[in-house]
């Protein structure tokens, strides 16, 4: 054969038909967080739709009936899980039918992966907010309360609850303790306890009847300011004597 002559590749026992490739296309894993088009037709909620379109994250508008948000997260290795939020006011969560709508998500969920995003707005609303904690803590559907002062705090509250729940795994049994930890750590004026902080403080006391006795002594307010800083501790026991003067310029 001429040095030059073309192989046909075509037929060439060394030489396979090329493989035939097919149309395909692009599919996106990014999967949305989805809110109900009923926030519009609400009052304390209306305004942060605009917002939530804007920010970072991908959203999208339907139809929710249990719940106001909700977003996918990893369960598991294997598992992806839709984890639900209610958005509420602090009269709507005292409501017979605000604590109905707690229960009932409560209920389908089985106390996983829910949580109550609470408006505080008004003067007193603070301490309205230690009373449901201290209320929630004796309730059989309570789920963690995240505290927000303002709406336009709303899309990165959720974006920072996605991540964290993203990096977790179920652990079967365990909502109860998660629900009573997570409501430990927003007993604080301001950002929440980390969750070293919280388990430090499950450790020096036997439930949260102990700390609200101790945080009203003076030895029991030194030990937790011992153990969390004077800061942090100043932050935990302002909130839980209801004496938010001394934090005001930490918020």
Aim: hydrophobic share 35%; aromatic share 8%.
């Amino acid at each position: 054969m001429p040095f030059n002559a073309r192989i046909n590749t075509h037929c060439h026992p060394f030489f396979p038909p090329p493989a035939r490739l097919s149309p395909f296309r692009l599919v996106s894993k990014v999967r949305p967080i989805m809110f109900s088009s009923s926030l519009r037709s609400r009052k304390e909620w209306a305004a942060v739709v605009p917002s939530l379109k804007t920010s970072s994250s991908i959203w999208r508008e339907t139809i929710l009936e249990a719940c106001d948000i909700k977003f996918p997260i990893t369960a598991s290795n294997t598992t992806t899980a839709y984890f639900k939020v209610i958005l509420s006011s602090l009269s709507e969560l005292q409501s017979q039918e605000g604590k109905a709508r707690v229960e009932r998500l409560f209920l389908m969920q089985g106390g996983e992966h829910v949580a109550v995003i609470l408006l505080l707005d008004g003067e007193d609303s603070m301490l309205g907010f230690s009373n449901v904690q201290a209320e929630w803590l004796c309730w059989d559907y309570a789920m963690p309360i995240i505290p927000i002062t303002t709406t336009e705090t709303l899309p990165g509250c959720l974006e920072s609850l996605q991540q964290d729940n993203s990096k977790k795994s179920s652990q079967p049994g365990a909502g109860a303790n998660i629900a009573s930890r997570d409501l430990l750590r927003g007993c604080v004026y301001g950002k929440p306890l980390s969750r070293d902080q919280v388990n430090i403080l499950t450790g020096i006391t036997s439930g949260f009847g102990d700390l609200a006795s101790r945080s009203s002594l003076p030895n029991g307010q030194a030990v937790i300011r011992e153990y969390l800083g004077n800061e942090d501790g100043e932050r935990l026991l302002s909130f839980l004597t209801n004496d938010f003067s001394k934090t005001q310029g930490q918020a």
